[in-house]
């Protein structure tokens, strides 16, 4: 039988993304005209010299939205086209059809926005000081920090920085809409959120969600980018539709893409972290200044995820930790996978790194000895049970020989005068389920057809992760068939309503638990329509690899049989499953509670060697250690793990998401962005699973795999500065990620990098 999965079908070159589709003789393609400066007042448009290149130009602007020009959901803080301001260099202000791709992008250029500048300010702290949030700061007090850090024999405070990061999926955000007979709209979106999207579309066109379809096919890649983000590009295209009467495909260019969207959120953060004299961690605050952007956007969330992971893997019993979202005139960051962790973590970590130097400790002992153990509580109060921080720890020191590996390092330090080596080790514990309680829902809807063969329909959007291959697994084990027999529809609002976004690493937890339930509905029915064939009780019949067994013997009845009879016999072959992660009690407003289902475990070492003298660095291993529960996929989930260290690589080495003095991004090609790419890579991987282990909140003890391991990525930041102060055990510390060789360089010099 042909193998129809996603990956399959990919590596054919068989599978059709948004601009891949065919589109009818009369589509209009669109562009965007983005604004030039950081911000603006709007004076006038002028579409003239737009409309005189071609008799198919039209120049569509916030005036012409029939609905309601809004498409921020938390806070309605985003028009979908700016009336009166513009608020960042890169932001879409006027939309242009045309009758092809290019005309619509020289019409865009010729459109004339004239404005008057507006102080603009691209600083998290700069906006913090004049009070300029997108949201009221988020806090959680847990314990007593003051008094902890007056017992404390050692107290270190300091400063941490990170950047942001450009999602670059190999698709870049586009749509494409019809209005159909009825004034219907409908919808194709690169969209990791159908109902986002629905919800955008029906406000904007002022239509209710039942007059609007969004499908999600398959996406080349999202990574957070398109969970919120797509709705902008989706409700463009439909407002085109709209207006023009025609269907519209809106599809961005690579520059335009990296300029109007964005990106992971760059932070700023004050810690103080104290200890006793045996280095157990007694108190931790923080002080996160996260660069929201210029609109809400996910930035709560993002939040909720940062201060929600502020110890990182480690029992901190007194804590404090304070965020604030500070409104700038940047692109508004948005999702990107880890989603404020690797923020948190990186933060943590630094802070430990900054002890153990105050201690004349060594690092990995202080990380050791304070790891969450089973029976612990996190600092918001949620047990640690199942709990394998200490566990995938020991594994990966046993692996290494850790102490031995150490003594290797030193060796070839002392023997090599411009060549060092570094190494270091990050624990991971990472909480799944969305941080806003209310998300952690999905359905499913399956179908037997009379021939046999099932249909599966979940929110799940297959984006390169395999989703689809997991819940045919997932389906194909509930109803005891082989999986070939299970096929994977794609999203559309029809199919499966309000569906939660395919996120917080959650699309197979969620939706495979929903479809097992609606598997297991229809299981039911045909194993009772078996017994009364068989003539056997219900208790002692099963289906195994498509054959209905008797006490776990094949019997004469096989499934194809079994489910005509079933049709026959008018038997719905058809449920609806709906799965509500439950025991989810955290509470924002007091900080107590538990927040996720579950924690996924792991723990990293990367080691690098660098290069005194140009101040480049190769890596040289990655040894992982990681907790998948009990591996649903193998293959599947060792790629998303070697694509999530990829992207931790690029986040803390490598990726210089940087904007000028005006606010003006500036790499916005892949020329000049630079990526990770295969030799950047470390030399030698090695990923091991830890053994199976129970999982009650994933379908067969499963545990979701898409965001924990980025943070392995951290590892590498500090196996760097590790071989820094093997050249110079006295070069400055600064915790700032990227870790560019520029600002080794500056270090090894003894100079401050910027
Ligand atoms: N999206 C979201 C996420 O809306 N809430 C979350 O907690 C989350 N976590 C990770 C990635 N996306
Ligand atoms: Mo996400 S960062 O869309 O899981």
Redesign the pocket.
């Known amino acids: 039988m042909k193998d129809r999965t996603a990956a399959a079908l990919n590596l054919r070159g068989a599978t059709r993304y948004i601009d891949d589709l065919p589109v009818p003789a009369d589509c209009l393609q669109a562009a965007v005209k983005l604004s030039e400066s950081a911000r603006g007042r709007i004076l006038g448009i002028d579409a003239s010299a737009a409309l005189a290149l071609d008799p198919s130009v039209r120049v569509i602007t916030a005036g012409d939205v029939p609905g309601i020009n809004q498409i921020g959901f938390a806070v309605p803080d985003e028009p979908l086209l700016p009336e009166r301001e513009w608020e960042y260099w890169g932001q879409p202000l006027v939309l242009v059809l045309a009758a092809t791709r290019s005309l619509a992008r020289k019409a865009a250029a010729l459109v004339e926005v004239s404005g008057e500048p507006l102080p603009a300010v691209f600083d998290a702290r700069e906006a913090a000081a004049a009070r300029q949030f997108i949201f009221p700061a988020q806090t959680i007090n847990s314990g007593d920090v003051e008094a902890a850090f007056a017992s404390c024999a050692y107290v270190v405070s300091g400063r941490v920085d990170s950047g942001g990061q450009e999602h670059v999926y190999l698709e870049t955000q586009g749509a494409y809409a019809e209005i159909r007979e009825g004034g219907k709209a409908f919808v194709i979106s690169s969209t990791q959120g159908p109902t986002g999207v629905q919800r955008a579309v029906a406000q904007a066109l002022g239509l209710p969600m039942s007059a609007v379809e969004v499908e999600a096919r398959r996406l080349g890649g999202a990574f ?1 980018g398109k ?1 919120d983000q797509a709705s902008t590009w989706g409700a463009l295209a439909a407002l085109g539709a709209w207006v023009s009467g025609k269907p519209v495909k809106l599809y961005l260019d690579r520059r335009v893409h990296m300029r109007a969207t964005g990106k992971r959120h760059p932070y700023s953060t004050d810690f103080r972290i104290g200890a006793d004299a045996e280095g157990r961690i007694l108190a931790f605050e923080a002080t996160y200044y996260q660069n929201s952007g210029c609109t809400c956007d ?1 930035s709560p ?1 993002i939040m ?2 940062t201060v929600l992971h502020a110890t990182g893997a480690y029992k901190v019993p007194n804590v404090k930790v304070t965020g604030y979202m500070c409104r700038t005139n940047l692109p508004s960051f948005t ?1 990107f996978r880890g ?1 404020g962790a690797p923020q948190a973590f990186f933060v943590i970590e630094a802070a430990i790194d900054a002890l153990a130097r105050a201690m004349g400790a060594d690092r990995a002992v202080l990380q050791r000895k304070n790891l969450y153990r089973e029976g612990d509580a996190t600092y918001v109060g949620m047990p640690i049970v199942r709990g394998r921080a200490e566990e995938a720890f020991d594994r990966l020191t046993e692996k290494l020989a850790w102490k031995e590996y150490r003594v290797d390092i030193d060796a070839f330090n002392a023997s090599h005068s411009m060549e060092k080596k570094g190494a270091a080790i990050l624990p991971i514990c990472f909480g799944i ?4 309680r209310s ?1 952690n829902q999905a359905g499913a809807l399956v179908h037997v057809y009379q021939d046999g063969s099932v249909l599966v329909s979940t929110g799940a959007i297959e984006m390169g992760q395999q989703v689809s291959r997991k819940l045919a697994r997932v389906a194909a084990r509930t109803l005891g068939l082989p999986e070939a027999r299970v096929a994977v529809e794609r999203t559309t609002t029809l199919t499966v309503a309000n569906t939660v ?1 395919t ?3 959650t699309g197979s937890d969620l939706n495979g638990m929903a479809a097992s339930i609606a598997c297991r509905k229809i299981r039911d029915r045909l194993i009772a329509k078996a017994a009364a064939m068989l003539g056997e009780p219900p208790e002692r019949v099963g289906i195994a690899e498509g054959i209905v067994t008797v006490s776990g013997a094949p019997s004469r009845l096989g499934w194809d049989e079994l489910v005509a009879a079933a049709n026959q016999d008018r038997i719905d072959l058809s449920a609806h499953g709906f799965y509500a992660t439950p025991g989810l009690t955290y509470d924002p407003a007091t900080g107590r509670g538990t927040p996720f289902a579950y924690y996924v475990y792991g723990a990293a070492c990367v080691t690098v060697r660098l290069d005194l003298l140009r101040a480049t660095y190769r890596l040289e291993s990655a040894t992982i250690v990681h907790d998948a529960g009990t591996i649903l996929d193998e293959a599947v989930d060792r790629g998303q793990i070697e694509g999530a260290l990829a992207q931790g690589l690029g986040w803390t080495l490598l990726e210089d998401l940087r904007f000028g003095p005006d606010g003006r991004l500036l790499a916005d090609t892949l020329s000049t962005y630079k990526l990770p790419d295969l030799d950047f890579m470390p030399k030698a991987m090695d990923i091991e699973f830890l053994p199976p282990m129970d999982n009650p909140s994933a379908p067969f003890n499963s545990k979701a795999v898409g ?1 924990p391991p980025l943070q392995y990525g951290i590892a590498a930041y500090f196996a760097l500065l590790d071989a820094v102060r093997a050249a110079k055990p006295d070069a400055g510390t600064v915790y700032d990620v990227p870790f560019i060789p520029e600002k080794v360089e500056a270090l090894l010099d003894g100079r401050r990098p910027c």
């Open positions: 957070g969970e996910l969330a909720a995820r999702a989603f389920s969305f941080t806003k998300m976004p996120a917080a690493s965001e």
